[in-house]
């Protein structure tokens, strides 16, 4: 019995169409290099570009978290809001169709992960929040910053019980996929593969670096507790404003470690609490570097419940963190008779390494089964087709393989724009106006405030090698 021209033919293309339709999310992303090379209009451009053919799938919610923060970089506070505020939107969508993601993470199985929608992951939520609240305060609308940083709180309470959820939904989903009459010897194929030291050797050699990233305690980011903690102290309606000012700086002491800037405002923030006036100071903080983002590798698994001759290819792509090594480390700050060097508020590193170490051993088991549910198809669509045509099967084999190097790519969506670290500093505004802003490589940038006013200053460095952008926000 021969089979029919037409469905070879088919059977070809889809694997061809495969092949050129996926892309990882590093691939798509064209605003990056212009980003990286601190062309921020250009980055703007292209974000937004990618953010507006996105404007209702999938991946939604990151674009518009990359268009968000580049155009707060460049000071188109209205513009960035409405992206921030259509990435909350979409995250608000799927939190209220949280009932039925089981059905999605099923048929991801037979793709994968990159092909489910980006609800983005606990700490977007806090630092988007955190984000609309820096537009609202260089906006001058004080006012509305206050639910922004109100938000952005209960979000980081929110992430213990989140992740809890993540872990069981994580269960829940590997356990339905293994549903079925090839569950037993799909479960073995996933052990055996983990097992096998061409399997557990790059895995370990690609994961080894995340142990030695230090978490902050309870999932909390100590920069938006800092910023929540200048905005209560300075925006203070009443005595309990003032109280939580005061248990913010304490807290991020716990968190951050002692240092003379915090000690100061947690002292200024005491003798508030106490009813006293409060001095004109200046907050600066310093973004610098770039979070981590994901990249991919790729393994070669070995199938065992299968006659490998009928499987041309059995690979798996898993997602890994790449830190960024090309950072200012500091940057100098002279204000009146001070000169201070920024210090350490909080590490990207820590914060996105806690998470993906979270969700590393679900990702891993997801990939494993992902992998020997396609190989499996993949045996079932070749033998049936061989059966039937020898030369068909040749075909067959062809676009099995390109179909599942198509699909096997690793989800590597995550907020590239966000920096590696925060720093700050804070002192009094000087008399004379005038401050100066200087990094080690020689780069300065002069700036005047107004005297006796409370100043927040952001600045932001993208790589050494590109120029400092420098925001001035008077607060009161």
Not at 444 to 459: F, G, H, K, Y
Request: a neutral charge.
């Amino acid at each position: 019995m021969h089979l029919p021209k037409l469905t070879i033919t088919s059977v070809f293309a889809a694997g061809l169409l495969l092949g050129t339709g996926c892309k990882t999310y590093n691939q798509q992303n064209k605003g990056g290099s212009p980003w990286k090379m601190g062309n921020i209009d250009a980055a703007a451009e292209e974000f937004t570009k990618s953010a507006e053919s996105n404007k209702d799938n999938k991946d939604t919610v990151i674009w518009r978290l990359e268009q968000g923060t580049v155009l707060h970089a460049g000071g188109k506070y209205e513009e960035s809001l409405k992206a921030f505020e259509a990435a909350e939107q979409k995250i608000a969508e799927y939190d209220e169709r949280a009932k039925v993601k089981l059905g999605n993470e099923a048929g991801a199985m037979l793709s994968n992960q990159a092909n489910l929608p980006y609800e983005g992951r606990d700490y977007d939520r806090v630092l988007l929040n955190t984000y609309k609240a820096l537009n609202y305060l260089a906006l001058g609308q004080g006012d509305k910053a206050r639910p922004e940083l109100i938000r952005s709180y209960q979000r980081q309470q929110d992430a213990v019980e989140n992740n809890k959820k993540r872990i069981e939904k994580a269960e829940e989903e590997i356990s339905k996929a293994k549903e079925g009459k090839d569950a037993q010897s799909a479960d073995k194929s996933v052990e055996k593969a983990r097992q096998d030291p061409k399997v557990s050797g790059p895995l370990d050699a690609n994961y080894k670096e995340l142990d030695a990233l230090r978490a902050y305690a309870d999932y909390v980011n100590p920069f938006p507790v800092y910023l929540d903690g200048v905005y209560f102290l300075h925006f203070a309606a009443d005595a309990s404003d003032k109280e939580r000012a005061r248990k913010s700086f304490e807290r991020v002491r716990g968190l951050s470690g002692d240092n003379p800037f915090i000690s100061r405002d947690l002292d200024i923030a005491e003798k508030s609490a106490q009813g006293q006036p409060t001095p004109a100071m200046t907050y600066l903080v310093f973004e610098t570097g770039s979070a981590p983002w994901r990249d991919q590798f790729r393994v070669d698994l070995p199938v065992f419940f299968i006659g490998s001759g009928n499987v041309p290819y059995v690979g798996a792509a898993f997602p890994k963190l790449v830190l960024d090594p090309n950072y200012a480390s500091g940057l100098i700050v002279t204000a009146g008779a001070e000169t201070n060097v920024t210090v350490t508020l909080s590490r990207m590193d820590s914060v996105v390494g806690q998470d993906f170490k979270n969700e590393l051993p679900s990702i891993i088991t997801k990939t494993l089964l992902s992998t020997t549910i396609k190989a499996a198809a993949a045996y079932g669509v070749n033998k049936a087709v061989s059966d039937q045509n020898a030369i068909a099967g040749i075909f067959s084999k062809v676009a099995t393989a390109i179909a599942q190097a198509a699909v096997n790519i690793a989800d590597t969506r995550t907020w590239t724009t966000l920096p590696k670290e925060y720093q700050f500093c804070s002192f009094p505004t000087p008399a004379d106006q005038k401050i100066e802003l200087s990094l080690p490589n020689g780069q300065r940038s002069p700036l005047t405030v107004e005297t006796n006013s409370v100043n927040l200053i952001w600045v932001r460095s993208i790589n050494p090698g590109t120029p400092l952008i420098v925001r001035t926000t008077k607060l009161k």
